[in-house]
């Protein structure tokens, strides 16, 4: 159980292009999920928290107008890079909060992850 | 500010050994302690979770804390070369967003 999808797992685009990422809670509710970006050899870093039916709360630092960020259900949160450009690349993690498990309430479970190459 | 604290690494050990990875956090009011381990190139995995002092088993890891100290461990048992990743310490407040260490690299040689 508590198995996280993403899709697509690898994307290449042209710059100015808007990329659509896919995160998906396969057998649990997540009223809450994260998105992570990561770049070669460093932590991860929090971009932002999706929340279910709200409007999601960016970290300092993150443009909430590039970064689109849906969730539109319980299973499902959606980011949009807009109008990506090269340093835009990057390694993207979703992760969902399991939140109705028993004594695991605050559990978060990753995604594998979407590769963004923007060229 | 919330911080948690892990020696980037790597720790080297020997097939067969004991790995311990070890985590220090700032804040008194922590409640619930991860440990993902990330293999390059993946996205991190859970591996344990841990909310009240003392040790949890699962396999041939064991996650150890102590809320007085604000530390968490992991100890590997019979360390396998498979077992080579950076392993990430998290700690949540109730249902804030979980704070990572900046995670430490272990390496198993054959």
């Known amino acids: 159980g508590a198995v996280v999808s993403q899709h697509p797992s690898r994307v290449i685009c042209k710059s100015g292009t808007s990329v659509k990422i896919e995160c998906r809670s396969l057998?649990?509710?997540?009223?809450?999920m994260f998105w992570y970006r990561q770049f070669p050899k460093q932590s991860l870093m929090l971009m932002a928290t999706?929340?279910?039916?709200?409007?999601?709360?960016?970290e300092q630092g993150v443009e909430k107008d590039k970064f689109l960020i849906n969730h539109a259900s319980l299973t499902l949160s959606t980011l949009t890079v807009t109008s990506a450009h090269p340093e835009d690349s990057s390694f993207y993690i979703c992760s969902a909060r399991d939140n109705g498990r028993e004594g695991r309430t605050d559990t978060q479970y990753f995604g594998p992850g979407t590769r963004l190459t923007v060229l | 500010q919330k911080e948690v604290e892990q020696n980037s690494g790597p720790l080297s050990v020997p097939e067969g050994a004991i790995a311990s990875l070890n985590c220090t956090y700032s804040d008194r009011g922590s409640q619930s302690f991860f440990w993902y381990r990330q293999y390059s190139g993946k996205s991190p995995e859970l591996i344990m979770f841990?909310?009240?002092?003392g040790d949890k088993e699962d396999g041939r890891f064991t996650a150890q804390l102590n809320k007085a100290s604000q530390y968490v461990s992991l100890l590997i048992r019979d360390s396998q070369p498979s077992d080579s990743a950076t392993y990430l310490c998290?700690?949540?407040?109730?249902?804030?967003?979980?704070?990572f260490g900046k995670g430490t690299m272990l390496l198993v040689s054959p």
């Open positions: 999706s929340n279910e039916g709200s409007k999601a709360t960016y």
């Open positions: 057998d649990f509710q997540a009223t809450t």
């Open positions: 998290a700690v949540n407040i109730g249902y804030s967003t979980l704070t």
């Open positions: 841990i909310y009240s002092n």
